[in-house]
């Protein structure tokens, strides 16, 4: 362990904030800087982070799940996937732009996903509480619409940070024996699967952290949140709304 890997390891979602606490501008220029200090494809950096006032929040804020922490956080943006900019410097630099925009999409999310974690890692780092902000994918038109987002540009998730009013445990992961692999993909026996998830289920209902932070029932755990949110028709309705903010954003075309 060294001060960089035991700051992965205390990774926690913070869901409450100090409302009252003002993040010096310095601090956020810096975590923002660091975010782009993430790897990206070619160079390209095919995201955009939109800050969001505490007036605009009031329109984001039924878009993102109407969860207080949007409101509550110092500090609160969209992360975008950005093809615009790149589009519009080939055409500054006489380069003619091909359709390629799942591949671009692809890369996209890669690029934004890195740097909004470099964003997270360096704010953590600074002792301010971080969370994405997924709901800000469930209703991406209206995002999309309400940041006035052109062609080739999509919300990807939120991201609050701010003093945490909260101190929840560090949630369990898989153990890595089931997600590293070597040479091929191996595929799982159903007595591995049902060890690991038993393995996260204990974890997490002896810290009854459903419970407490999610206000389910006892006996709920990781088992039931997988099957809730993958099994059913939430990501039905999600897919439904991310296809056609795709389509309005240019990304494919009907």
Same mark, same amino acid.
């Given at each position: 362990?060294?001060? %960089?890997?035991?700051?992965?390891?205390?990774?926690?979602?913070?869901?409450?904030?100090?409302?009252?606490? !003002?993040?010096?501008?310095?601090?956020?220029? &810096?975590?923002? +800087?660091?975010?782009?200090?993430?790897? %990206?494809?070619?160079? @390209?950096?095919?995201?955009?982070?939109? +800050?969001?006032?505490?007036?605009?929040?009031? +329109?984001?804020?039924?878009?993102?799940?109407?969860?207080?922490?949007?409101?509550?956080?110092?500090?609160?943006?969209?992360?975008?996937?950005?093809?615009?900019?790149? $589009?519009?410097?080939?055409?500054?630099?006489? @380069?003619?732009?091909?359709?390629?925009?799942?591949? /671009?999409?692809?890369? /996209? !999310?890669?690029?934004?996903?890195?740097?909004?974690?470099?964003?997270? &890692?360096?704010?953590?780092?600074? /002792?301010?509480?971080?969370?994405?902000?997924?709901?800000?994918?469930?209703?991406? +038109?209206?995002?999309?619409?309400? &940041?006035? &987002?052109?062609?080739?540009?999509?919300?990807?998730? /939120?991201?609050?940070?701010?003093?945490?009013?909260?101190?929840?445990?560090?949630?369990?992961?898989?153990?890595?024996?089931?997600? $590293?692999?070597?040479?091929?993909?191996?595929?799982? %026996?159903?007595?591995?699967?049902?060890?690991?998830?038993?393995?996260?289920?204990?974890?997490?209902?002896?810290? @009854?952290?459903?419970?407490?932070?999610?206000?389910?029932?006892? =006996?709920? @755990?990781?088992?039931?949140?997988?099957? =809730?949110?993958?099994? =059913?028709?939430?990501?039905?309705?999600?897919?439904?709304?991310?296809?056609?903010?795709?389509?309005?954003?240019?990304?494919?075309?009907?």
């Amino acid at each position: 362990m060294n001060p %960089t890997i035991e700051q992965m390891f205390a990774h926690r979602s913070i869901r409450s904030f100090d409302p009252d606490f !003002i993040i010096p501008r310095k601090d956020l220029d &810096l975590i923002v +800087e660091a975010g782009q200090r993430a790897a %990206t494809s070619c160079s @390209g950096q095919m995201y955009t982070i939109i +800050e969001i006032s505490a007036e605009k929040r009031d +329109e984001i804020f039924p878009l993102c799940g109407s969860q207080d922490y949007v409101k509550q956080a110092s500090y609160f943006s969209v992360i975008c996937v950005d093809l615009n900019r790149l $589009h519009r410097i080939v055409e500054l630099s006489e @380069g003619t732009n091909q359709n390629w925009p799942i591949a /671009g999409m692809m890369i /996209g !999310i890669f690029d934004a996903g890195l740097m909004a974690q470099n964003m997270v &890692l360096a704010a953590e780092s600074m /002792g301010y509480g971080t969370c994405f902000c997924g709901s800000c994918g469930d209703r991406p +038109e209206e995002i999309a619409k309400a &940041l006035n &987002l052109p062609p080739l540009v999509m919300p990807l998730t /939120g991201l609050a940070i701010g003093k945490a009013t909260e101190d929840p445990p560090v949630r369990p992961r898989l153990h890595s024996s089931l997600v $590293h692999h070597r040479d091929i993909y191996k595929d799982y %026996t159903e007595d591995e699967l049902n060890d690991g998830i038993d393995k996260m289920d204990r974890q997490l209902q002896d810290e @009854g952290y459903y419970q407490k932070y999610s206000k389910r029932d006892p =006996g709920f @755990g990781w088992r039931n949140h997988m099957a =809730g949110k993958f099994g =059913g028709k939430w990501l039905n309705i999600i897919e439904k709304r991310r296809i056609q903010v795709l389509k309005d954003q240019g990304f494919i075309k009907d």
